[in-house]
């Protein structure tokens, strides 16, 4: 991993350590979130300001003619496609502890292996369900060893991974009773046949304020077992606040 991701790495731990401290919520997925819900907007975490949350054109849109993932018919037997949603796809909403999250059988299924994480389509949908199963998944591991068992069947084995389960596996603990965040939409930055990036929206409500955020995710295709990989080395795991202008609506409450 470059200097730069550990670096990165070390703020979000510190960072995240502050708050177990405080006892407010725990888990790194959530917790820059409820830091601006209990003391006021704050800037950009990274020191900058945040982004514009104007829509960007994805690098690729795949097409006809260009290669796409596997058609349906492979381990998970799930169909394929190239479109981008542009709505948010039908989904049934699961609060998986205190983070509401989509799941459909069209774009996601058990692994026929068992494994902790499932199979998602061959799909820009399918590549979106993945993040949002990974911010789940995440969530759920309330120790370091489900942190570690996770994220080891989840992302894609590369030289950040264990990096990125050594600095962060501690901080998994259960969240705060009665605080509830959702996914609230979602933006492609890009989308290439094997490889998707995307950015999951989230909100959270404390009495009349709501906060909104996002998280950045690349997804990577992994033909031999049929699914989308998260690589952990390229994810922004720290939620950046932003206002989702031009996100895609997407949330339990549609």
């Known amino acids: 991993m ?8 070390r703020g979000l731990v510190k960072f995240n350590a502050w708050w177990l401290a ?45 290669s796409t993932p596997p058609e349906t018919g492979g381990v998970c037997d799930l169909p394929s496609g190239s479109d981008i949603p542009t709505v948010g796809p039908d989904a049934e909403w ?22 902790l994480w499932g199979c998602f389509a061959p799909s820009p949908a399918g590549a979106l ?37 050594e600095e962060n596996g501690s901080l998994a603990r ?9 996914i609230s939409g979602f933006r492609f930055d890009s989308v ?4 998707v990036v995307i950015r999951v929206g989230m909100s ?3 009495g009349s304020e709501t906060v909104t955020a996002y998280v ?13 990989l998260v690589d952990v080395e390229r994810i922004t795991l720290r939620p950046t606040l932003d206002p989702l202008a031009g996100y895609t609506d997407w949330s339990a409450s549609q």
Do not use: C, H, K
């Open 2 to 9: 470059s200097d730069d991701n550990s670096d990165s790495n």
């Open 22 to 66: 405080a006892a407010i919520l725990v888990l790194a997925v959530i917790a820059a979130l409820v830091l601006v819900l209990t003391f006021g907007g704050r800037d950009n975490p990274e020191g900058g300001t945040s982004p514009s949350g104007a829509p960007s054109t994805p690098s690729a849109q795949p097409g006809e003619d260009e």
């Open 94 to 115: 699961v609060n998986r502890m205190g983070l509401l999250t989509p799941t459909s059988s069209e774009y996601a299924a058990s692994s026929p292996d068992d494994s």
């Open 129 to 165: 369900f993945a993040a949002t199963s990974f911010m789940a998944g995440l969530q759920e591991s309330t120790d370091a060893d489900a942190f570690r068992a996770f994220v080891e069947d989840a992302a894609v084995d590369n030289n950040g991974r264990a990096p990125f389960i």
């Open 174 to 182: 259960s969240p705060e009773p009665g605080r509830t965040a959702q």
């Open 192 to 195: 290439e046949p094997e490889e």
């Open 204 to 206: 959270q409500s404390a």
């Open 216 to 228: 950045s995710f690349t997804l990577v295709w992994d033909s031999e077992r049929d699914t989308w």
